[in-house]
């Protein structure tokens, strides 16, 4: 089992950067790939990044490309999120997930954290 607990989200103003944490207990984190997920208020839960067992394969969500690096670091259990340009619409609480597979579906994702939030002011 994996339990996952986020960090370093916050209010930041349009244009500035974040960089979220996730860390894992367990001694088989390096066993699971790991991916963000956000959920705005009254919208679904929706795939922002995904990082493969040794970092070798990342994903991005259109919305986050160009603007996002996901991390791992498999010797400390943590896997990271930098983002940067934030935008307002980037506004939601941000998930950290790690399942058997680096894909966007939420459902291959096994164990979750319980977030943290990320809101950008105009």
């Known amino acids: 089992q994996v339990q996952l607990v986020e960090s370093g989200g916050g209010l930041v103003q349009a244009g500035g950067s974040l960089r979220l944490s996730c860390a894992a207990s367990g001694r088989t984190f390096s066993s699971y790939a790991m991916g963000w997920f956000r959920q705005a208020p009254g919208k679904e839960r929706e795939f922002v990044a995904t990082?493969?067992?040794?970092?070798?394969?990342?994903s991005y969500a259109d919305s986050v490309k160009g603007r996002s690096y996901i991390s791992r670091d498999n010797a400390k259990n943590m896997v990271y999120l930098q983002m940067n340009s934030l935008k307002p619409e980037d506004t939601a609480v941000y998930y950290c997930a790690a399942g058997h597979r680096a894909v966007v579906d939420t459902t291959a994702y096994v164990y979750w954290g319980q977030g943290t939030q990320v809101t950008v002011s105009s």
């Open positions: 990082i493969s067992l040794n970092s070798g394969s990342r």
